[in-house]
Protein backbone atom coordinates (compact mmCIF):
# COMPACT_ATOMS: atom_id res chain seq x y z
CA UNK A 1 0.00 0.00 0.00
CA UNK A 2 1.65 2.90 -1.21
CA UNK A 3 -1.16 5.36 -1.01
CA UNK A 4 1.32 7.89 0.54
CA UNK A 5 4.72 8.45 0.06
CA UNK A 6 7.19 10.73 2.03
CA UNK A 7 10.30 9.92 0.07
CA UNK A 8 12.90 11.75 2.20
CA UNK A 9 13.08 9.93 5.23
CA UNK A 10 15.47 12.50 6.88
CA UNK A 11 16.04 16.22 7.35
CA UNK A 12 18.49 18.42 8.84
CA UNK A 13 17.65 22.26 8.93
CA UNK A 14 19.42 25.22 10.98
CA UNK A 15 17.75 26.63 13.95
CA UNK A 16 15.29 30.02 12.38
CA UNK A 17 15.67 28.39 9.17
CA UNK A 18 12.86 27.10 6.89
CA UNK A 19 12.39 23.04 7.09
CA UNK A 20 10.18 22.29 4.32
CA UNK A 21 8.51 18.20 4.53
CA UNK A 22 6.71 16.72 0.98
CA UNK A 23 4.39 13.95 0.73
CA UNK A 24 3.00 12.98 -2.11
CA UNK A 25 -0.11 11.08 -2.85
CA UNK A 26 -1.99 8.72 -5.38
CA UNK A 27 -5.44 8.69 -4.51
CA UNK A 28 -7.08 11.44 -6.15
CA UNK A 29 -10.04 10.62 -3.90
CA UNK A 30 -8.72 11.63 -0.71
CA UNK A 31 -11.03 14.61 1.04
CA UNK A 32 -8.37 15.53 4.04
CA UNK A 33 -4.41 15.26 4.66
CA UNK A 34 -3.29 15.90 8.04
CA UNK A 35 0.81 16.08 9.42
CA UNK A 36 1.40 14.56 12.54
CA UNK A 37 4.24 14.97 14.50
CA UNK A 38 5.59 12.17 16.46
CA UNK A 39 8.91 12.35 19.29
CA UNK A 40 10.13 8.87 20.84
CA UNK A 41 8.28 6.87 23.01
CA UNK A 42 5.04 9.23 22.22
CA UNK A 43 1.91 8.65 19.54
CA UNK A 44 2.01 10.75 16.67
CA UNK A 45 0.70 14.44 17.83
CA UNK A 46 -1.85 16.47 15.45
CA UNK A 47 -0.09 19.52 13.89
CA UNK A 48 -2.43 20.62 10.93
CA UNK A 49 -4.53 19.29 8.26
CA UNK A 50 -6.10 20.83 5.21
CA UNK A 51 -9.05 20.22 2.79
CA UNK A 52 -8.90 18.49 -0.40
CA UNK A 53 -10.49 21.81 -1.91
CA UNK A 54 -8.17 24.22 -0.23
CA UNK A 55 -4.25 24.88 -1.31
CA UNK A 56 -3.85 26.28 1.60
CA UNK A 57 -3.31 26.28 5.81
CA UNK A 58 -1.78 28.23 7.80
CA UNK A 59 -1.14 27.57 11.77
CA UNK A 60 1.49 30.13 13.34
CA UNK A 61 4.77 28.44 12.39
CA UNK A 62 3.17 25.84 10.29
CA UNK A 63 1.88 26.03 6.60
CA UNK A 64 0.80 22.94 4.89
CA UNK A 65 0.62 23.33 0.98
CA UNK A 66 -1.58 21.11 -1.24
CA UNK A 67 -1.00 20.66 -4.93
CA UNK A 68 -3.96 18.59 -6.30
CA UNK A 69 -2.64 18.31 -10.28
CA UNK A 70 0.16 16.69 -8.89
CA UNK A 71 -0.73 15.02 -6.34
CA UNK A 72 1.89 16.86 -3.70
CA UNK A 73 1.22 18.49 -0.49
CA UNK A 74 4.25 20.29 1.80
CA UNK A 75 4.34 21.17 5.37
CA UNK A 76 6.38 24.34 5.88
CA UNK A 77 8.20 25.11 9.46
CA UNK A 78 9.29 28.94 9.95
CA UNK A 79 10.86 29.25 12.01
CA UNK A 80 12.31 26.10 12.44
CA UNK A 81 13.18 25.33 16.48
CA UNK A 82 15.26 22.49 17.66
CA UNK A 83 12.12 21.40 19.65
CA UNK A 84 10.94 20.74 16.19
CA UNK A 85 13.36 17.89 16.01
CA UNK A 86 11.20 14.35 15.39
CA UNK A 87 9.77 12.55 12.81
CA UNK A 88 6.83 14.38 10.95
CA UNK A 89 4.18 12.14 9.24
CA UNK A 90 1.87 12.83 6.32
CA UNK A 91 -1.55 11.01 6.40
CA UNK A 92 -4.85 11.02 4.23
CA UNK A 93 -8.35 10.21 4.78
CA UNK A 94 -11.28 9.91 2.95
CA UNK A 95 -14.44 10.92 4.18
CA UNK A 96 -15.99 7.33 3.70
CA UNK A 97 -13.76 5.83 5.72
CA UNK A 98 -12.62 6.31 9.30
CA UNK A 99 -8.85 5.39 8.65
CA UNK A 100 -5.75 7.59 8.35
CA UNK A 101 -3.24 6.09 5.77
CA UNK A 102 0.13 7.03 6.72
CA UNK A 103 3.35 7.56 5.11
CA UNK A 104 6.55 6.30 5.93
CA UNK A 105 7.89 9.71 7.49
CA UNK A 106 10.37 11.91 7.50
CA UNK A 107 13.02 12.61 10.77
CA UNK A 108 13.38 16.14 11.18
CA UNK A 109 16.37 17.52 13.22
CA UNK A 110 17.22 21.28 13.02
CA UNK A 111 20.47 21.83 14.75
CA UNK A 112 21.51 25.92 16.58
CA UNK B 1 -5.48 19.07 28.29
CA UNK B 2 -7.63 16.56 27.56
CA UNK B 3 -5.49 13.37 26.45
CA UNK B 4 -5.67 9.45 25.63
CA UNK B 5 -4.27 7.44 27.83
CA UNK B 6 -2.86 3.78 26.79
CA UNK B 7 -1.77 0.70 29.22
CA UNK B 8 0.37 -0.95 29.67
CA UNK B 9 3.45 0.99 28.11
CA UNK B 10 5.11 -2.24 27.37
CA UNK B 11 3.72 -5.62 27.25
CA UNK B 12 6.18 -8.66 27.02
CA UNK B 13 4.20 -12.15 26.15
CA UNK B 14 4.89 -15.88 25.39
CA UNK B 15 3.71 -16.93 21.62
CA UNK B 16 0.34 -18.31 21.99
CA UNK B 17 -0.81 -16.01 24.61
CA UNK B 18 -4.05 -14.14 25.05
CA UNK B 19 -2.79 -9.96 25.33
CA UNK B 20 -5.33 -7.17 26.51
CA UNK B 21 -4.49 -3.68 25.50
CA UNK B 22 -6.18 -0.91 26.91
CA UNK B 23 -7.14 2.59 25.95
CA UNK B 24 -9.06 5.66 27.80
CA UNK B 25 -10.01 7.35 24.68
CA UNK B 26 -10.47 11.68 25.22
CA UNK B 27 -14.11 11.65 27.25
CA UNK B 28 -16.34 13.70 24.78
CA UNK B 29 -15.18 11.84 21.86
CA UNK B 30 -17.30 9.30 19.49
CA UNK B 31 -14.95 7.45 17.52
CA UNK B 32 -12.51 5.20 18.67
CA UNK B 33 -9.44 3.67 16.76
CA UNK B 34 -6.28 1.00 16.90
CA UNK B 35 -3.31 1.45 15.04
CA UNK B 36 -0.22 -0.08 14.84
CA UNK B 37 3.56 0.31 14.04
CA UNK B 38 6.00 -2.63 13.36
CA UNK B 39 9.58 -1.23 14.08
CA UNK B 40 10.47 0.62 11.06
CA UNK B 41 7.26 0.54 9.37
CA UNK B 42 4.46 2.76 8.35
CA UNK B 43 1.87 3.28 10.53
CA UNK B 44 -1.29 1.18 10.00
CA UNK B 45 -4.58 1.54 10.48
CA UNK B 46 -5.87 -1.70 12.05
CA UNK B 47 -9.97 -1.28 13.21
CA UNK B 48 -12.20 1.90 14.24
CA UNK B 49 -15.22 2.03 16.32
CA UNK B 50 -18.62 3.77 16.91
CA UNK B 51 -21.59 3.42 18.65
CA UNK B 52 -20.86 0.11 20.31
CA UNK B 53 -19.84 -1.78 16.89
CA UNK B 54 -16.73 -2.11 14.43
CA UNK B 55 -17.40 0.46 11.59
CA UNK B 56 -14.50 -0.36 9.62
CA UNK B 57 -11.86 -2.80 9.62
CA UNK B 58 -8.62 -3.72 8.08
CA UNK B 59 -7.13 -6.82 6.50
CA UNK B 60 -4.50 -7.04 9.36
CA UNK B 61 -7.63 -6.99 11.54
CA UNK B 62 -8.31 -10.98 11.79
CA UNK B 63 -10.41 -13.25 13.95
CA UNK B 64 -7.40 -13.34 16.43
CA UNK B 65 -8.21 -9.59 16.90
CA UNK B 66 -11.39 -8.24 19.12
CA UNK B 67 -12.17 -4.78 20.30
CA UNK B 68 -14.46 -3.91 22.68
CA UNK B 69 -15.69 -1.01 24.99
CA UNK B 70 -16.86 -2.56 28.42
CA UNK B 71 -17.42 0.36 29.87
CA UNK B 72 -18.12 4.13 29.47
CA UNK B 73 -14.51 5.02 29.56
CA UNK B 74 -12.28 1.81 28.55
CA UNK B 75 -11.53 0.81 24.78
CA UNK B 76 -9.64 -2.37 24.55
CA UNK B 77 -7.79 -4.82 21.89
CA UNK B 78 -7.38 -7.80 22.55
CA UNK B 79 -5.03 -10.49 20.69
CA UNK B 80 -6.43 -14.14 21.25
CA UNK B 81 -3.12 -16.18 20.76
CA UNK B 82 -0.33 -14.08 19.79
CA UNK B 83 2.15 -14.29 17.02
CA UNK B 84 5.74 -13.43 16.57
CA UNK B 85 5.04 -10.60 13.90
CA UNK B 86 2.16 -9.31 16.31
CA UNK B 87 5.51 -7.87 18.24
CA UNK B 88 4.81 -3.70 17.13
CA UNK B 89 4.01 -0.77 18.69
CA UNK B 90 -0.17 -0.50 19.07
CA UNK B 91 -1.57 2.98 19.48
CA UNK B 92 -5.34 3.59 20.63
CA UNK B 93 -6.99 7.41 19.06
CA UNK B 94 -10.30 8.34 19.51
CA UNK B 95 -12.02 11.29 17.27
CA UNK B 96 -15.01 13.46 16.89
CA UNK B 97 -16.18 13.50 13.36
CA UNK B 98 -17.46 16.66 12.19
CA UNK B 99 -15.97 18.84 14.92
CA UNK B 100 -13.69 21.22 12.56
CA UNK B 101 -14.47 19.21 9.81
CA UNK B 102 -10.88 17.98 9.64
CA UNK B 103 -10.86 14.27 10.77
CA UNK B 104 -8.35 15.11 12.98
CA UNK B 105 -7.76 11.58 15.36
CA UNK B 106 -6.22 12.21 18.62
CA UNK B 107 -3.50 9.29 19.40
CA UNK B 108 -1.91 7.89 22.86
CA UNK B 109 1.21 7.18 23.82
CA UNK B 110 1.35 3.89 22.74
CA UNK B 111 1.84 0.21 24.25
CA UNK B 112 5.12 -1.54 22.89
CA UNK B 113 3.93 -5.16 22.29
CA UNK B 114 6.88 -7.69 22.56
CA UNK B 115 6.05 -11.56 21.79
CA UNK B 116 8.64 -14.09 22.46
Given at each position: ???V??????????????????C?????????????????????????????????????????????????????????????????????????????I??????????? | ????????????????????????????????????Q????????????????????????????????????????????????D??????????????????????????????
Amino acid sequence: DQQVKQNSPSLSVQEGRISILNCDYTNSMFDYFLWYKKYPAEGPTFLISISSIKDKNEDGRFTVFLNKSAKHLSLHIVPSQPGDSAVYFCAAILASTDKLIFGTGTRLQVFP
Amino acid sequence: EPEVTQTPSHQVTQMGQEVILRCVPISNHLYFYWYRQILGQKVEFLVSFYNNEISEKSEIFDDQFSVERPDGSNFTLKIRSTKLEDSAMYFCASSVPGQGSSYEQYFGPGTRLTVT
